[in-house]
């Protein structure tokens, strides 16, 4: 049997762009004063007045289970954690030539002043310390999750479920609690 592949689950409805996974990644790496962090924000905007409405996503490593980082590395300085299916990069294989940058479709290599290659470890220490990554404990509106995925999936799953079974029947709602 093998080891469950951890990852994050994202709920934009709930996002409130308030930045505090941004400032929790940024505290717990001990980042340089530059701007640079592991995970992002991005605002995204759609409509106009009076049905404008303003959405956010909040992205980090993706840690995937097929990662395109790990493939193209020269170096195989990045590899999966057998035990939980992180995405690590060993520094010292790293030749920070951007390589696993351009496969990233998430934009997770980070090459802070040009030197080696860092990304999210999705807090490696806190979660092998049975702690949550530190941008899902801050997140005030819980749009951030953790855990292994298939978990994650079916839980997202079954939201997306109930919010539609909800849309053509309101009454569904006094049933569920």
Known sequence: MSAPQLGFSFDISRCSGCMACVVAC????????????FRHVSKIETGAYPSASIRYVSLACMHCGDAPCIAVCPRKALSKNPDNGIVVVD?????GCHTCATACP????????G????KCDLCLTRVTNNLEPACVRTCPT???GFGPIDKLTAEMAKAASV???LSFNPNLSKING
């Not at 940024?26 to 004063?33: A, N, R, S, T």
């Not at 520094?91 to 030749?95: A, E, G, R, S, W």
């Open 26 to 37: 940024f505290d717990e790496h001990d980042m340089p004063g530059d701007g640079s962090t």
């Open 91 to 95: 520094k010292d294989l790293c030749i």
């Open 106 to 113: 998430f934009g997770a290599p980070q090459f802070p002043e």
């Open 115 to 118: 030197n080696l290659m860092q």
């Open 163 to 165: 919010k539609f079974l």
């Open 142 to 144: 819980k749009a951030l």
